[in-house]
């Protein structure tokens, strides 16, 4: 049996130290402006206040502080540079075929009443002379889904960053995404999807396209 079999139980019972590090809490380091917090706290608990609630109740104590770090979380994607993001892994490459990333988590908030929006994100892009490193192309995805979107724009913003940054023979972009501004309120429609689509260069070519299509989904 080797140390990394020994459970961590039996570590602590037998008083025993590892040579390696054992994970034990997850931490995140996400990085919080002070006075922002503190402002949007402060209109949180008028709005719970005018709602009907007691923001002073046991369960609300720290709400308007949660509240006020999640949207600057969910809101992150201003203060980030697309073109930084895609230029930091950029190579020259002699390969012009199709490559695609799909099924990449997104989630954003529409802007309409800020409630969130949430689906799959499939990119593609047919290389001229250079290619990114593959993990910048979700990077680019979160940059603009973490802002107040619609999803058409968000689609044409990730298609249009690509684009300028590659000059690529062409980018193709497809977002399928739920929104609860639409399931929880308003037309209340929970199984529905909203599908939107931006191309440029070569896949504006039908059979590029259609290439495109096949591989986000293969067994249609």
């Known amino acids: 049996m080797t140390d990394k ?69 969910l809101c992150q994607g201003y203060a980030m540079d697309p073109r930084a993001i895609l230029e930091s892994a950029l ?38 002379g250079k290619i990114v490193g593959l993990s910048k192309i979700p990077r680019v995805v979160d940059v603009f889904a973490r802002r107040l979107q619609v999803q058409e724009r968000l689609t044409l913003q990730i298609r249009d960053a690509i684009q300028d940054v ?4 062409g980018v193709a972009v497809i977002i399928e995404a739920q929104h609860l501004c639409m399931m929880m309120r308003g037309a209340e429609k929970q199984n529905s999807f909203t599908t939107t689509s931006a191309m440029s260069g070569e896949f504006m070519n039908q059979a590029t396209r259609a290439e495109f299509m096949r591989l986000v989904r293969p067994n249609h």
């Open 91 to 128: 190579f020259d490459e002699d390969y012009n075929e199709m490559i695609l990333v799909k099924d990449i988590e997104m989630y954003s908030l529409c802007e309409h009443h800020m409630l969130p929006f949430f689906g799959k994100a499939h990119v593609a892009y047919i290389p001229k």
């Open 166 to 169: 590659l000059n690529p023979q």
């Open 5 to 73: 079999d020994i459970t961590t139980k039996e570590h602590a019972e037998n008083g025993y130290v590892p040579d390696y590090d054992v994970p034990t809490l997850y931490e995140r380091n996400d990085v919080y402006d002070d006075d922002i917090t503190d402002f949007i706290s402060k209109r949180i608990t008028d709005v719970l206040t005018v709602l009907g609630e007691d923001p002073a109740r046991e369960g609300l104590v720290k709400t308007p502080e949660r509240v006020a770090k999640a949207h600057q979380f």
